[in-house]
């Protein structure tokens, strides 16, 4: 450290100090100089003026040779204790130090020695000065910006001030020009009609003109007084918004200059150690390297264990308001904080994707600690690299509490991968590799949760969860898209006779859930959690197999069948409920002409209000209006392509397209006119008596659900 200007004595604390101990680090006045140079401890300490200290350099004032023994203060130290790790003068070697319980070995010896550890220390130390100076070049430049932050700051909430207070003026101008140019039209108008009749118009007349007056007078004071409440408004946000800027930023930049002060100390402390190291390495006597080693070292590491790893504060940002903001006029204080990319994590990764699912990812933006923060730097930002090749920016909605939203669309199949960045930064894990699949299995055989025991069909929520009429076990079984379960349910009490056994499973446009059950021989109606709402149809069904709610008028279709015989010559009809279970009317009955059942085993309505009969025993689909009109059919018996063999499910798509599960271990997709189009499984995919087929529809792609009943599972198939 330089001398600027004369102090006080540090001996006697009262003289001006004009000599300095190099030693000792101390000044020191004339008088108290003598005793320091005189007396045994001291007098080997060299002493010079403060004005040759100031042109001295670190070497020259480390450059004398001789070093006087503290237990013998007359003798120059010429030996070092090994065992003591001291330098020692010839009297201590007889004395204190004598062999053999000690070890001696001349000054240079030792030297040689504590030089390399000297040198490994002196790099140490200079690394740690180089971080320490980064940290204060980090918080001197946080202090700067900060300080510029809050001038930016400030500046937004004024110029949003300004701005509303202007806007609310001309708004004011407006009306009133509105008004006045309304009153004058009603004047105008009353005076025509005061031409016409003048009597009765000039009483007209004038009280319309009186009425115009005080509307236009009401108007203006309304208007006025809207004025001024938005004025008075807008200034108490604004003062309140740039105090708390002030108070916000004010303890931050003396938090901030704080810091500062103690990294500047810091770095002045392990640069100093850092020269001091240089100075005694190039140009230190043996003598005096051999007895400063101890204080060296413990000085050297003391350095090196600082911490020198800078953390930045949180923010605060003006964030104006919305337009259509109720509460605020200008905006809000926003708190953002420095965001460690390494900690951040994408949440909600699916285990299996199929074209046309969409991926709702979650990404969470955390400091140095893990602690979930609104992040200070740039916006995260998410690019998807499709199967084909091509790349797209995928929109991100900040929640503004640390997490971001993502949704992801797929439309190619093979493999995509996803990339999220944080300030340009990945985000570990990233890119996310992710295959997408023709088909995706949900469930497997058993009783437990997401397990299947003979599933049925399979229906989905607005919220974006599945329903599967879990026959074999008694229950609906509830799970995310993604094939995670979530709840079971099933119902019991004096409805329920025999165990509730679902057959089959619609939903509505409200998402309540129609489900028939076999054993009870009715609807059960329920919400998503399971809770009962009714029941209805123990009148006129015996054996409810299939179920569907029309999608244009909303009404309920059950197919009657004991889903056991098609011999059997008893129900083989269709019953229509309104959604309260009120019964509309029934059609079809025993037979094989058209409009006739054998085994109607599930029902279908698009979006025309056809509706789609598949026939177990008739292998085909039979197509009715809404009159209850037989139209046509759809297949004929066999296993080929465009044939059926014992239908067990049939749904149609949005643009009419029909699908049909049957005996034959496949699912068929035709043309509303009955024209094969594709077979939407493959052999390698195993399906086994499946008995349910959905088209589940998200947003602008489609999905079909599979029961696939023999291997108690659900497949998820793209279409």
Same mark, same amino acid.
């Given at each position: 450290m ?38 045994p401890a ?55 130090h ?43 430049q ?24 202007k ?28 031409? @016409?009749? &003048?009597? #009765?118009?000039? $009483? /007209?007349? *004038? %009280?319309?003109?009186?009425? =115009? +007056?005080? !509307?236009?007078? @009401?108007? &203006?004071? #309304?208007?006025? $007084? /809207?004025r *001024? %409440?938005?004025?008075?408004? =807008? +200034?108490? !946000?604004?003062?309140?918004l740039i105090?708390?800027?002030?108070? /916000? ?6 938090? =901030? +200059?704080? !810091? ?41 590491e003391q ?12 923010f605060?940002?003006?964030e ?96 995509m ?20 699949q ?12 997401g ?30 898209q993604?094939?995670?379960?979530k ?56 054996y ?32 229509k ?24 085993s599930?029902v ?22 809404a ?18 063999s ?43 008596y ?7 529809s ?22």
């Amino acid at each position: 450290m330089e001398i600027s200007k004369p102090g006080l004595c540090e001996g006697c604390e009262e003289n001006t100090a004009s000599n300095r101990c190099v030693d000792c680090s101390l000044n020191f006045c004339p008088f108290c100089t003598k005793p320091h140079k005189t007396v045994p401890a001291t007098r080997g300490h060299k002493v010079i003026t403060l004005d040759e200290y100031k042109q001295s350099t670190p070497a020259s004032r480390l450059s004398h040779d001789k070093v006087y023994c503290t237990i013998h203060p007359e003798n120059v130290v010429k030996f070092f204790c090994d065992t003591c790790q001291v330098a020692v003068c010839s009297d201590c070697t007889v004395v204190e130090h004598r062999i053999p319980e000690h070890v001696h070995i001349t000054l240079q010896v030792a030297v040689d020695t504590y030089a390399i550890q000297l040198q490994g220390l002196a790099t140490n130390v200079k690394e740690k000065e180089k971080e320490a100076k980064i940290c204060r070049q980090e918080a001197e430049q946080t202090r700067g910006e900060l300080k510029q932050q809050r001038l930016e700051e400030k500046n937004k909430v004024i110029e949003k001030a300004e701005d509303t207070i202007k806007g609310a003026k001309m708004k004011a101008e407006r009306n009133k020009q509105t008004a006045n140019k309304k009153e004058e039209e009603t004047i105008q108008k009353a005076k025509k009609k005061a031409e @016409e009749i &003048i009597a #009765k118009a000039e $009483r /007209e007349r *004038d %009280e319309s003109i009186r009425n =115009a +007056e005080r !509307e236009r007078k @009401e108007t &203006i004071r #309304k208007v006025d $007084r /809207e004025r *001024d %409440e938005t004025i008075q408004k =807008a +200034e108490r !946000e604004e003062q309140r918004l740039i105090e708390e800027l002030e108070t /916000e930023y004010s303890a931050r930049i003396k938090q =901030a +200059e704080v !810091e500062l002060d103690d990294w500047e100390m810091k770095h002045g402390n392990i640069s100093s150690t850092c020269t001091y190291l240089d100075t005694l390495m190039h140009h230190g006597s043996p003598a005096r390297l051999m007895s400063t080693k101890q204080e060296t070292i413990v000085s050297a590491e003391q350095m090196v264990a600082i911490e020198t790893e800078y953390t930045k504060p949180n923010f605060v940002r003006f964030e104006p308001a919305d337009e259509k903001a109720e509460h605020e006029i200008l905006g809000r204080l926003r708190f953002v904080y420095m965001c460690d990319v390494s900690q951040c994590t994408v949440d909600n990764i699916p285990k299996h994707v199929v074209k046309g699912d969409s991926i709702n990812l979650v990404i969470r933006t955390k400091d140095s600690l893990g602690k979930q923060v609104d992040p200070i730097q740039e916006e995260v930002r998410v690019k998807v690299e499709n199967p084909s090749g091509s790349e797209e920016d995928i929109q991100v909605k900040d929640n503004r509490d640390g997490t971001h939203a993502v949704t992801i669309t797929t439309h190619e199949m093979g493999k995509m991968a996803v990339t999220a960045t944080v300030g340009g930064q990945p985000i570990p894990g990233s890119p996310i590799n992710m295959t997408v699949q023709r088909m995706k299995k949900i469930g497997k055989r058993g009783s437990g949760d997401g397990e299947f025991n003979s599933p049925r069909r399979t229906v989905l929520s607005k919220h974006g969860d599945y329903f599967t009429a879990d026959t074999g076990n008694n229950r609906i079984v509830r799970t995310d898209q993604g094939g995670n379960f979530k709840s079971s349910f099933t119902f019991t009490g004096p409805q329920f006779k025999q165990p509730f056994k679902p057959m089959d499973i619609a939903i509505s446009a409200d998402d309540t859930l129609y489900m028939t059950d076999g054993n009870n021989k009715q609807v059960v109606v329920s919400d998503v959690n399971g809770d009962l709402i009714q029941c209805f149809g123990q009148k006129e069904l015996k054996y409810p197999h299939g179920i569907a709610v029309s999608p244009v008028d909303g009404s309920v279709y059950v197919t009657d069948w004991n889903g056991w015989s098609c011999t059997d010559k008893g129900d083989h009809k269709v019953v229509k409920y309104t959604q309260d279970g009120n019964f509309i009317h029934s059609f079809g009955k025993f037979g094989t002409k058209d409009g006739e059942f054998r085994g109607p085993s599930s029902v279908a309505v698009n979006s025309q209000g056809l509706v789609f009969i598949s026939d177990y025993g008739k292998d085909c689909i039979s197509v009715f209006n809404a009159s209850n009109q037989f139209l046509h059919r759809i297949g004929s018996s066999g296993k080929s392509d465009g044939q059926l063999s014992s239908p067990t499910c049939v749904d149609t798509d949005r643009d009419g397209h029909v699908y049909v599960s049957d005996y034959a271990n496949r699912v068929q997709k035709f043309d509303s006119s009955g024209r094969f189009i594709c077979r939407i499984d493959s052999k390698e995919d195993g399906l086994s008596y499946p008995k349910g087929v959905t088209v589940i529809s998200n947003g602008s792609s489609s999905r079909l659900a599979v029961a696939d009943t023999g291997n108690d599972c659900i497949k998820i198939y793209a279409v």
